[in-house]
């Protein structure tokens, strides 16, 4: 406990040698950090000190105040009234009523000390619990905001949740990759970052292809007709020999949010794997139409039948009456209502004629191995051998002819030589005949 002990220069009263207490001694002009104690004494010499300014100052400081009145003090109960919460006695008072005046200051100062230390206490509580009400709604302010921006994320995430379903169940539907490109157009509209997507396929010459983004960007702005507004580009391969690039122009980068672009992650992913199908798809169909194109050139009829005379795919000759539906070989070939005399199918021969009226074909017949069908299949290519038999029956008739004619000449060989002989001996005969003979 710190007491200030507060005199004039000339006071000689000091405080008892047995305090157990530091006393500061300071003339009453002097200033004292007054956190630093916790009561003051007052050795006063008359009532114009007491009032003065220096003297005031300390009587009415917030500190129990104990003033010793110099012997012969008066108006000590006017002084007693005027200031009720300090304590006044006389020096000439006995030592027990010092001793009381003392031990009550003491008490009084004690207090202080205790009050002032609870409020110092209480005060750095109070500063604790602004820092901590502070930190909390703080904390409570970003807890606010990211529930907010997570229920928001959600919300968006939900909304472009349901875009992916609608846009798979598009693409499932779409049959062509225009269609399926729109639908992707479809998907990512409404976002303030993306803009214009674009979708370029190229089937690059080996060396040729753009070696960096710079070149590649350069490429694509060419093959749009305009500079890319901070382009994402997608570089889709495929076993078909096709690159192709998706290009997704994003002007305002700032507005992507993570769910943004996990959503178009997603949705590249997927239109990849649709993009892939449908240049597949249109690289077999093109394969098909050449292989069509290439089987209706075939001069002679080809046809791929089944074990139950069904026609499942053939060239423009097999064709040669018309358009069937769900037809059978003998009915389209050869317009009748069985199969045809000398059928390998009926046979199970891999080479036989077919005699039709006035017509005669050749039929090579292969099974195809490994179908899908579940059934036998055979592959029947049709050579026709009328003509070669009509040439074949012709020359026949002309080497009859040729052989007839040459028995003919032969013959007439045979008989002008024993008729020549004969025709010279009647000659000579007739010759050596005269009038006298008989």
């Known amino acids: 406990m710190s007491i200030l002990w507060v005199a004039p220069g000339l006071l000689t009263n000091k405080a008892p040698s047995d305090a157990a207490f530091a006393v500061h001694w300071v003339y009453p002009t002097e ?3 007054r956190n630093e104690i916790d009561g003051v004494v007052l050795a006063v010499d008359g009532v114009s000190s007491l009032e003065s300014t220096e003297w005031n100052t300390w009587v009415q400081s917030p500190f129990p105040v104990l003033c010793i009145l110099k012997a012969g003090f008066k ?5 007693a009234n005027k200031y009720p919460w300090a304590q006044f006695i006389l020096e000439e008072e006995s030592e027990t009523d010092r001793q009381k005046a003392l031990e009550n200051f003491l008490e009084a100062a004690a207090r202080r000390k205790k009050d002032v230390s609870w409020g110092k206490e209480i005060s750095n509580k109070n500063r604790e619990l602004e820092v901590m009400t502070s930190a909390l709604e703080e904390k409570i302010k970003e807890e ?3 529930f907010e921006t997570s229920h928001k994320e959600e919300k968006l995430n939900l909304q472009l ?3 992916l379903v609608i846009f798979l169940q598009v693409l499932l539907k779409a049959q062509s990759l225009q269609e399926g490109l729109a639908a992707f157009k479809s998907a990512i509209a409404g976002s303030e970052a993306w803009g214009q997507v674009f979708l370029i396929s190229k089937k690059f010459i080996p060396g040729n292809e753009p070696s960096n983004d710079s070149d590649l960007k350069g490429y694509l702005a060419a093959q749009v007709g305009r500079p890319l507004l901070n382009p994402q580009v997608h570089k889709m391969e495929f076993p078909v020999g096709l690159n192709a690039y998706l290009i997704i122009e994003c002007p305002r980068p700032e507005k992507l949010t993570a769910v943004e672009k996990d959503f ?3 949705l590249t992913t997927v239109f990849e794997n649709a993009v892939g199908r449908f240049l597949l798809d249109e690289a077999i169909e093109n394969h098909v139409h050449l292989w069509e194109i290439a089987f209706d050139e075939i001069n002679e009829p080809i046809a791929l039948i089944s074990q139950d005379f069904e026609v499942l795919r053939s060239n423009q000759k097999f064709l040669r009456n018309g358009q069937w539906k769900n037809p059978r070989c003998f009915e389209v ?4 209502a069985s199969p045809c005399p000398g059928c390998p199918l009926v046979e199970a021969k891999n080479l ?3 005699n039709l009226p006035n017509e005669i074909w050749n039929v090579s017949s292969s099974e195809v191995k490994n179908t899908l069908l579940g059934k036998r299949v055979f592959i029947h290519q049709y050579h026709d051998l009328t003509r070669e038999r009509q040439l074949m029956q012709q020359w026949i008739q002309s080497e009859k002819l040729s052989a007839l004619g040459k028995l003919a000449g032969h013959l007439a060989h045979e008989l002008n030589n024993p008729l020549g002989g004969i025709r010279s001996q009647a000659q000579i005969l007739l010759s050596e005949i005269t009038e006298d003979t008989p």
């Open 31 to 33: 200033t004292y950090h």
């Open 333 to 336: 070939f050869a317009s009748r």
């Open 144 to 146: 606010t905001v990211s």
């Open 352 to 354: 036989s004629e077919l």
């Open 264 to 266: 178009s992650q997603k």
């Open 161 to 163: 949740n349901r875009r």
């Open 75 to 79: 108006s000590f109960p006017e002084l």
